[in-house]
């Protein structure tokens, strides 16, 4: 089955440093990608997507993250973290080819930044 | 604004009661979803709509039923709510690949309590 895979389910990061948030997909057959950021009891905001072209796609609040065929990856990043980036974080992909539409989830990872 | 409209925003039901999860959006998109999220699970699909008059199960469709009342809305529908049932469920819409900005508009979520 088709899957999607966060490394890590809580990330740590001092305020200032490198946000990296880790996304796997299981598909050879190069689908579509995004980022949402969910702030506590609210719904989803896109961050970015990758659909086709540059495989280095930049989003709002200063994230981007870069798609990587070979390593099936795509992982988001953030030069310096900032307090209210603190928020929950999931990777989405649309997979192409037969079965059910829509997106499949990765189960999320919970950003911490420490002041 | 454009966008998904979700109603209710909240909502307890005793075990075994009925109700039905509205959601309506104004993007004159046609595929429309509902996804469920419980903690640490990320979102999982429940059913969605390719278009109006068709409807598919998604990953996890067991006690749930819906309706593509028209182009706009898709409802939920719980027949006979049980304590497993206890999530916040979004629904979601989403543009045709040729239209121009492709991507997933969510609803702002009902948070169901089922006691």
């Known amino acids: 089955a088709q899957s999607v895979t966060q490394l890590g389910s809580h990330v740590s990061v001092s305020e200032g440093a490198l946000v990296l948030l880790r996304c796997n997909y299981s598909?050879?057959?190069?689908?579509?990608l995004f980022w949402y950021v969910q702030y506590p009891n609210q719904g989803l905001q896109l961050l970015l997507k990758?659909?086709?072209?540059?495989?280095l796609v930049k989003g709002i609040n200063g994230f981007e993250a870069e798609f990587k065929k070979s390593e099936t990856s795509f992982h988001l990043t953030k030069p310096s973290a900032h307090m209210s980036d603190a928020a929950e974080y999931f990777c989405?992909?649309?997979?192409?080819?037969?079965?059910?539409?829509?997106?499949?989830f990765g189960k999320g990872t919970h950003l911490i930044i420490q002041p | 604004n454009a966008g998904v409209t979700q109603t209710p925003k909240f909502q307890v039901l005793k075990t075994g009661q009925s109700m039905t999860l509205q959601c309506a959006q104004d993007?004159?998109?046609?595929?429309m979803y509902w996804y469920r999220q419980d903690p640490g699970m990320g979102l999982r699909l429940i059913y969605y709509?390719?278009?109006?008059?068709?409807?598919d199960k998604g990953e996890v469709p067991n006690g749930y039923n819906v309706s593509r009342l028209n182009k706009r809305e898709f409802s939920l529908r719980l027949e006979s709510a049980a304590p497993s049932q206890t999530s916040v469920y979004f629904c979601?819409?989403?543009?045709?690949?040729?239209?121009?900005?492709?991507?997933?508009?969510f609803g702002s979520g009902t948070r169901l309590t089922v006691v």
């Open positions: 993007m004159n998109h046609n595929s």
């Open positions: 990758y659909t086709t072209g540059a495989t």
């Open positions: 979601a819409s989403r543009a045709r690949s040729g239209q121009g900005n492709y991507g997933y508009t």
């Open positions: 709509s390719a278009s109006e008059g068709t409807t």
């Open positions: 598909s050879s057959v190069p689908p579509y």
């Open positions: 989405a992909v649309r997979f192409s080819g037969g079965g059910a539409d829509g997106l499949t």
